[in-house]
C-alpha cells in the first residue's frame, strides 16, 4: 500500500479574523493583536491583513468609534 493511502496529507486552512476596538489606543490594540498572531508561528502563518477603517457602533451607540481590520492566516493539519 502506498504511503499516499496509510498516511493523512497535510490540508491547508485559511482564515479571516475580524477584529476592532473602541478603547485605549486602538491603534495600539489591533497591532498588539496581529503581533501576537504572528508571534504563534509554531501554528499559523499571518498571510495577509486589510486597510484600517473606522466605523460607528452598532446597538449600543453611545461610545467611541472603532478602528477595524480583518487579518488572514493559514494553518495546516
Known amino acids: 500500500m502506498s ?3 496509510t498516511s493523512p496529507s497535510p490540508m491547508e486552512h485559511t482564515v479571516a479574523i475580524a477584529v476592532g476596538s473602541n478603547i485605549g489606543d ?3 490594540n489591533l497591532e498588539n493583536a496581529l503581533r501576537y498572531l504572528v508571534g504563534m508561528k509554531d501554528v499559523i502563518s499571518v498571510s495577509g491583513t486589510s486597510f484600517l477603517y473606522e466605523s ?3 446597538y449600543v451607540v453611545d461610545q467611541d468609534k472603532f478602528l ?3 487579518i ?3 494553518w495546516m493539519i
Open 26 to 28: 486602538r491603534y495600539a
Open 56 to 58: 460607528d457602533p452598532m
Open 3 to 5: 504511503d499516499a493511502l
Open 68 to 70: 477595524n481590520c480583518a
Open 72 to 74: 488572514t492566516v493559514r
